[in-house]
């Protein structure tokens, strides 16, 4: 009976150690499948970032690219604008250029536009009518620009408009009298005043200055009031020019 019994023993304690041993097997089965399992959960996130960088850098590559052709956009419509700035640059030169021409081809022509000047004045006394207005003609100039004053009406004709200064100047003997008005288109813009007739004795020299603004083609005269005698020989004048 007791070998019996530790027969059983023996054989109960082999049955325990192979069921330890699976067991042991199955649990580093387990332990090794977990340890796998985790590696590729490793790589599939490694994998999904790589994949997220991928698509990022891609992304940032389409962003450079666009980037790039809206720049290349740009210069090419910068480039056209130079071109349009260089073809008026080169118009503008030779718009200068053919200025240059011109003015050298007529010196002085424009100098002479912008100076508007005349001196007249009477190379004979003359006599007149004390109870008649008359027109007085200075016959003579010393300077004329474009021939501005008539020396045979007596007529000065505004060539531009603008303000104008005109001075005239009378000399009378003993006795006689000169009153005279300087007119725009017929009217009165001022008197002078030159008389003899009181002192009797020798020579009066009577002047007047006005400024007057005028418009192209306006006529400026001078005209006796009540005279009887204007001395002559460059005495007698009259004058006018453009300020402005």
């Known amino acids: 009976m007791i070998h019996a019994a530790a027969a ?65 956009v740009e210069g090419r419509q910068f480039e056209d604008k130079l071109e349009a700035m260089e073809k008026k640059i080169i118009a503008l030169e030779n718009e200068n250029r053919r200025m240059r021409l011109l003015n050298v081809a007529t010196p002085g022509s424009q100098d002479n536009e912008s100076v508007v000047a005349f001196s007249a004045y009477m190379s004979q006394k003359h006599d007149l009518s004390k109870l008649t207005t008359e027109n007085v003609v200075y016959d003579k100039t010393w300077l004329n620009t474009d021939g501005v004053y008539n020396t045979i009406t007596g007529f000065f004709t505004a060539p531009s408009s603008g303000l104008y200064v005109f001075s005239w100047t009378n000399l009378v003997a003993e006795m006689p009298m000169f009153d005279s008005e300087i007119l725009v288109n017929g009217e009165r813009k001022d008197l002078a005043k030159c008389s003899t007739e009181l002192d009797r004795q020798g020579y009066e020299s009577c002047s007047n200055t006005v400024p007057v603004v005028l418009k192209k083609g306006d006529l400026v005269n001078i005209r006796k009031v009540d005279a009887i005698l204007l001395q002559g020989n460059q005495w007698s004048s009259f004058k006018g020019w453009k300020v402005r």
Request: without cysteine; hydrophobic residues 35%; charged residues 20%.
């Open 8 to 72: 059983v023993s023996n054989l109960t304690s082999d049955q325990d150690f192979d069921s330890s041993s699976r067991t042991v097997e199955q649990s580093s089965d387990t332990v090794d499948l977990r340890s796998f399992q985790q590696q590729l959960n490793q790589e599939s996130l490694i994998r999904m970032s790589l994949v997220n960088q991928l698509y990022t850098l891609s992304s940032d590559m389409l962003t450079v690219k666009q980037r790039m052709m809206a720049i290349a």
